[in-house]
């Protein structure tokens, strides 16, 4: 597959996803196993399965490659490049959430890091004490009440929940990346991104493969801690048990 | 010659009552300067030796955690169904895994900066989160929180939150899973025969 094709594909499940609700949720009452977080795990696991695959012989060895080739000072740049472009649609989801004094630093980052931060390759607003935030429509919609509906795995783009795939789903519609022309410089961009996420996750991977019991269940859970964490921005209630 | 010796006792146990007495924050911030003073002045664990730094954990570090804590925790409402030697066993094994499994992190260890979040504690509470933060440069902060509890002995840690995962209750999923399989023996075998295999792996890789 190429690049080409592969974004295509990439967008062309966006726009799928949206609607692949109502799909899910008769798959759902067919494959449910019991867990009331997991309703749709059979279906997961096997996507789990061909996720696996697809990582150990495609993404895996390319972030390997990257991260061993690439200079620290390189990853830094196009860590920060990245997330420098995402700072505007996460200023929007502050104020969405009404957090407008985040909304109107999330802003200000964006103006510091693409000025004196050279085009955002240098996070320069850190340094200055604006703290980076991690927001994005999944959150926003779970702030606004939405239910996570369920959670799910997909091949490539990871766990999500059905809330969360939607909102990945605008995430990327309204991603300044996938606006960039021409389509093969948006191409290489959007694999660079890619590439540079899944390496700052490899040393991640020997701790989920020794840690874990059932990898599949491990990731799960954890994706789903991490996700009521980012929702409450780092202070969680208790869960009483 | 005695009364050097009721010196030395005497000294000792002052410090162990200081050490009790010590607030959960500083106590925190302590281990792990501890902790990673030495790891920046040994090659050996720089170089990934995971025996080295499962000394060092298992010497300096695990004093100051609640391990039959952390494994109730990770079972939930399973921890009732053990007996008393089932819950050793499920102790016993649940932090040799842990242990394993995380002290690993610490061969990473490259220059990383650690934030002490400020901490705010009121009289008498003996539960409380202690909040810090992992600066690397080129990567996002990471939040570290830890769970502590006050004990006789002082304050014990009995959770680890990396990035908001509770590296305890993410297990309980997989525990109550091996437990309707297999029960709570099934479970104990489970988690051994993982231990087995990574001591296995660890065998091999120190060879070479």
Redesign the interface.
């Known amino acids: 597959m190429t690049l080409k094709q592969g974004a295509w594909v990439m967008r062309a499940c966006s726009k799928w996803l949206v609607g692949g609700g109502v799909l899910l949720a008769c798959a759902g009452s067919v494959l449910a196993e019991g867990?009331p977080?997991d309703p749709y795990e059979g279906f997961n696991r096997s996507m789990f399965a061909v996720n696996e695959v697809v990582d150990k012989y495609a993404a895996k060895p390319v972030a390997q490659v990257y991260d061993h080739v690439a200079p620290?000072?390189v990853?830094?740049g196009f860590?920060?490049f990245f997330?420098n472009v995402g700072d505007l649609w996460i200023g929007a989801n502050s104020a969405l959430q009404g957090k407008f004094a985040d909304a109107g630093v999330d802003v200000g980052r964006l103006l510091i890091n693409s000025t004196v931060g050279i085009f955002g390759l240098f996070d320069v607003a850190s340094e200055l004490g604006l703290e980076?935030h991690?927001e994005d429509f999944g959150q926003t919609m779970a702030v606004w009440g939405v239910g996570d509906g369920g959670y799910l795995f997909w091949p490539v783009i990871g766990p999500r929940t059905a809330r969360d795939t939607a909102g990945w789903a605008i995430d990327s519609y309204v991603d300044p990346v996938w606006r960039v022309r021409p389509i093969s410089t948006r191409n290489s961009m959007v694999a660079l991104r890619f590439v540079d996420i899944r390496a700052?996750l490899l040393?991640a991977d020997?701790?989920v493969e020794?840690?874990?019991?059932?990898k599949y269940?491990?990731i799960?859970?954890?994706y789903l801690?991490?996700r009521?964490?980012?929702i409450f921005d780092?202070r969680?209630p208790r869960l009483e048990? | 010659m005695i009364k050097q010796f009721f010196a030395v006792v005497f000294a000792g146990s002052l410090i162990a009552s200081a050490h009790a007495q010590e607030a959960p924050d500083a106590l925190v911030q302590q281990v792990t300067e501890e902790v990673l003073e030495i790891v920046r002045k040994d090659k050996d664990i720089q170089g990934g030796s995971t025996q080295k730094v499962i000394d060092l954990v298992d010497k300096k570090v695990l004093p100051h955690f609640n391990f039959p804590h952390m494994t109730a925790l990770a079972m939930g409402k399973d921890w009732k169904k053990a007996t008393p030697p089932q819950q050793q066993a499920l102790t016993h094994e649940f932090k040799t895994l842990l242990v394993r499994t995380y002290a690993n992190a610490l061969t990473g260890y490259k220059n990383q900066k650690i934030v002490y979040k400020p901490f705010k504690m009121n009289a008498g509470e003996t539960d409380v989160l202690v909040r810090t933060e992992v600066l690397q440069p080129g990567s996002k902060p990471v939040q570290l929180d830890y769970s502590l509890e006050k004990l006789d002995g002082g304050w014990k840690v009995y959770d680890v939150v990396v990035a908001g995962i509770s590296l305890v209750t993410n297990y309980r999923d997989q525990f109550g899973q091996e437990v309707r399989n297999g029960g709570v023996d099934g479970l104990i075998a489970s988690i051994s025969a993982k231990n087995k295999s990574l001591e296995a792996n660890l065998a091999k890789a120190e060879k070479k």
Not at chain 1, 210 to 214: F, I
């Open positions: 867990n977080r620290l000072p990853k830094a860590g920060n997330g980076k991690e700052s040393p020997k701790v020794e840690a874990a019991l059932d269940a491990y799960r859970d954890a801690q991490r009521r964490n980012q780092g969680p048990d």
